[in-house]
């Protein structure tokens, strides 16, 4: 069973980079893509900044229904995420393909994905730099964790299908969130 | 001795989502930064979108001179990253208050940091969304690495002072970059 998780959390989660699912759903038909390009912009609501290149079919779905969800897998995912990464849902379903559990989100036709610890559901709200540099501003109008997945390790890309998995934590006092 | 590396490798470097030190030069006065607020836009030449608070001292240098420099921090240097990031260049000089060490860059006034294993030089190109976020369009004009720092771990913030440090590298077959 998912948990919300404050808003004001959000950024706990996708400050450190880690690679992302995005889901779009467009004319009945469910999507999802792999990004590493995206950054926080702003606490609270939460405000993110993302790519998502007009070369990727998810792109046209974000683009007219203004909506998305960003799931955050665990390492354990990384198979699949790289699936995901190779594939285009041009040529059919990812989430059956590749074993990823679509779920209704209660805010956006987007669904979340099951199998993530995290799961943001976004609303586009600035598409001034998607026609020079496809950068979408996101708002996330409803975020949710899923308890059972205790301190989960993300996965940063390095490219070339090199990924590296979070490693020990270190708690250094910081002024600042 | 520092080494130039081909602008076509950055991404490989911010796409993981490292913390980072964002250096600026104005009116004679060189100062330093920690920012985990970024993303990759564009793989070559290398585009980066950050973002840099009106409240930061640095904001006004990058505003007017339309220069800086991203720094990457191995993780043995956590505890400066934080010094930096908790004090503010209006009060003092945080190279030397904090052990860093400013060189002299190839394209920008904005100085290197010679502790860190990688130095971007960029230029302010796009300023479109500053006004409502903050949000800064770099382009990467040169970049160095230090051979010296072999696989360099880099630090990650999950906020309120914690940081998570690169852990067990995967090699996955990617068909992407």
Same mark, same amino acid.
């Given at each position: ?6 808003? %004001?959390?959000?950024? /706990?989660?996708? $400050? ?8 779009? +759903? ?7 893509? +792999?990004? %590493?390009?995206?950054?926080?912009? $702003? ?13 990727? !079919? %998810? !792109?046209?779905?974000?683009?007219? /229904? ?25 040529? !059919?379903? =990812?989430?059956? +393909? !590749?074993?990823?559990?679509? #779920? ?27 026609? =020079? ?19 989960? =390790? ?6 070339? *299908?090199?990924?590296?998995?979070? *490693?020990?934590?270190?708690? #250094? ?5």
């Amino acid at each position: 069973m998912l948990k919300h998780l404050p808003l %004001s959390d959000v950024y /706990t989660l996708l $400050e450190p980079g880690p690679v992302v699912l995005l889901t779009t +759903a467009h004319k009945g038909h469910a999507n999802v893509m +792999a990004m %590493s390009w995206h950054m926080m912009m $702003e606490f609270e609501p939460p405000r993110i900044g993302c790519l998502v290149s007009g070369a990727n !079919f %998810s !792109f046209t779905a974000l683009r007219k /229904t203004g909506e998305c969800v960003i799931a955050i897998p665990a390492a354990r995912l990384a198979a699949q995420v790289v699936q995901v990464g190779n594939a285009s849902g041009r040529d !059919f379903d =990812k989430f059956a +393909a !590749f074993g990823l559990t679509p #779920l209704p989100a209660k805010r956006v036709a987007a669904p979340l994905v099951a199998e993530c610890f995290a799961n943001l559901e976004c609303r586009v709200v600035d598409t001034r730099l998607v026609p =020079k540099y496809n950068l979408f501003v996101l708002e996330v109008v409803q975020a949710w964790i899923d308890p059972a997945q205790k301190q989960p =390790k993300t996965l940063h890309h390095q490219g070339h *299908g090199t990924f590296v998995v979070d *490693g020990e934590t270190l708690c #250094l006092k910081s002024g600042k969130p």
